[in-house]
T-cell receptor, first 114, second 115 residues
Framework: NAGVTQTPKFQVLKTGQSMTLQCAQD?????MSWYRQDPGMGLRLIHY???????DQGEVPNGYNVSRSTTEDFPLRLLSAAPSQTSVYFCASSYSSTASYEQYFGPGTRLTVT | AQSVSQHNHHVILSEAASLELGCNYSYGGTVNLFWYVQYPGQHLQLLLK??????LVKGIKGFEAEFIKSKFSFNLRKPSVQWSDTAEYFC?????????????FGKGTKLSVKP
């Protein structure tokens, strides 16, 4: 199993550009989520999904969009990039939406917005 | 709103020293508690978790944590650290009674172990 994969690993965007961060898992996990990690801030939840076709907002959803058309994929879209979105983005998945199951994290995407 | 506090931003220890990293959460209901570790350049990995039962939980690589409900704390301990424990450590809480996997993370504690 590849686990949770994320592409790209690094990305530089100009203010106003849009892009999609890809996340895929091959463990047939029901629950997937996106976090951003900023220095001194820990990880903050952006959006999450408890199954295909179901998404919801986390703590910091503004400026981001998600969809979950398949169990495997959970892309994160930046609609109009801003310097405040410079961060490291982690995707995670879990067997179930209950917290009884470990969340597995991807390797991260380091995004810089200039 | 629920929150998680990690008291130390950066801890520097020599090899063989004992480690205790503090974690406090603010939520009066049922919680599930986690410690994750992020080694340099790597993704987060689960060290240990507490759901119920024995408040002293053991994790991987010799780490353990104690849940003290009266103090809203879940401190991480290791009796003797190694250089390879150099990493950032995150405490996390699920405060929805387990109905959703959403985690609230602390800001992290960076541990540097000197050989």
């Amino acid at each position: 199993n590849a686990g949770v994969t994320q592409t790209p690993k690094f990305q530089v965007l100009k203010t106003g550009q849009s892009m999609t961060l890809q996340c895929a898992q091959d463990m047939n996990h029901e629950y997937m989520s996106w976090y951003r990690q900023d220095p001194g801030m820990g990880l903050r939840l952006i959006h999450y999904s408890v199954g295909a076709g179901i998404t919801d907002q986390g703590e910091v959803p503004n400026g981001y969009n998600v969809s979950r058309s398949t169990t495997e994929d959970f892309p994160l879209r930046l609609l109009s990039a801003a310097p405040s979105q410079t961060s490291v983005y982690f995707c995670a998945s879990s067997y179930s939406s209950t917290a009884s199951y470990e969340q597995y994290f991807g390797p991260g995407t380091r995004l810089t917005v200039t | 709103a629920q929150s998680v506090s990690q008291h130390n931003h950066h801890v520097i220890l020599s090899e063989a020293a004992s480690l205790e990293l503090g974690c406090n959460y603010s939520y009066g209901g049922t919680v599930n508690l986690f410690w994750y570790v992020q080694y340099p350049g790597q993704h987060l990995q689960l060290l240990l978790k507490y759901f119920s039962g024995d408040p002293l939980v053991k994790g991987i690589k010799g780490f353990e944590a104690e849940f003290i409900k009266s103090k809203f704390s879940f401190n991480l301990r290791k009796p003797s650290v190694q250089w390879s424990d150099t990493a950032e450590y995150f405490c996390a809480v699920n405060a929805n009674g387990g109905s959703q996997g959403n985690l609230i993370f602390g800001k992290g504690t960076k541990l540097s172990v000197k050989p």
